[in-house]
């Protein structure tokens, strides 16, 4: 049990140290330390998404706290969420001691000039990922050909897709709100 | 003083829906105008290191401005208010959550819901695109980001730091020309 919680730790601590650019920029660490580790299905995880997403507080919180728990119940959400705080905590402590000039220091700025376009190729990259995985059930890119054709799933993509091209910056709640409604009505009463 | 910083980030981290940034407002009300915790000019440095350091940026600005007010221990109560609420939220649903996983409806919801989520993701993804500064090299880190992870050559945390590394590596030979050139 103590390996286990040590190993929720150290797998939020890393996923923590390499957030960069808030909570959407923690979801391909989290779906590569978590599915690697055996942890979650790539669809269960969604669905801890989907729920992070639509709780206050800071999704970093929400999702470590949630698979923490999930895992090893209370302590191992404690170790999880302890975890993802404890990397930026130190990090600012020192900033704030010594480093004020921090953001304007070169490496940084260069740093940051590379890592956020990648950060944002790799976002783009799960967040097709997922698309795949659960409008066409494609479990990995490479195993594209047994791509399953269904109408309703296609339905909920264009309607929701849809609607967030129309209206930017829809809340995520009502997003899940609303596609959870849809997968009920279509799968579940149609 | 350790009280009123823990109760403040609480409240915060009780009423912001949808992340970090969610929060900025509500930092710039409690922080800046209500105590005057920090000046405006300190607001905007907070949100710069916030943005240049890893981290959740609401961890990140507590810690901060913990500090600021009550030095580490003012750090450890800001962010332990923070992140609490949302704690003890998710403990509540996940243990509700874990009796209704296996029922058919809810799965039949989730369904829709993954799909939903796989768009926010996407999404999230454009959003973050135009916020970027726009040049040749921006346009190869994402395709170079896109291609390794979509087909799982490399694992995040390297494909992060090898773009952090050709960041690093372009902004030294920038800096050396532009010593030629002088």
Known sequence: MLIKLLELFVTFFKIGVFTFGGGYAMIPLITDEVIAKGWQTKDTLIDFIAIAESTPGPFAINISTFIGYEQQGIIGAMFATLGVIVPSFVIIIIIAKVFNKFADNKYVIGFLNGAKPIIVGVIFSVGIDFLLSSVFKIKEITLIREMIFDWKTIVIFLIVFGLTKVKERMHPIFIVVLSGLLGYILFGII | ?182
């Open chain 2, 1 to 182: 003083m350790y009280f009123k910083l823990f109760w403040t980030f609480f409240k915060i981290g009780l009423f912001t829906f949808g992340g970090g940034y969610a929060m900025i407002p509500f930092i710039h009300k409690f922080g800046v105008d209500k105590y005057q915790w920090i000046t405006e000019q300190e607001f905007m440095n907070i949100i710069a290191i916030a943005e240049s350091t890893p981290g959740p940026i609401a961890i990140n600005s507590a810690t901060y401005i913990g500090h600021k007010v009550k030095g580490v221990r003012g750090s450890a109560a800001a962010t332990l208010g923070v992140s609490l609420p949302s704690f003890i939220i998710i403990i509540l649903i996940a243990a509700f959550f874990m009796q209704f996983k296996d029922n058919m409806h809810v799965e039949y919801a989730f369904q829709g819901i993954r799909i939903g989520v796989a768009i926010l993701v996407v999404n999230a993804a454009v959003r973050m695109y135009r916020k970027l500064d726009k040049n040749y090299m921006s346009y190869i880190l994402i395709a170079i980001g896109f291609g390794l992870l979509l087909f799982d050559f490399l694992s995040v945390i390297y494909v992060i730091i090898v773009g952090g590394g050709i960041g690093i590596i372009t902004q030294i030979l920038k800096a050396r020309g532009e010593e030629n050139v002088d």
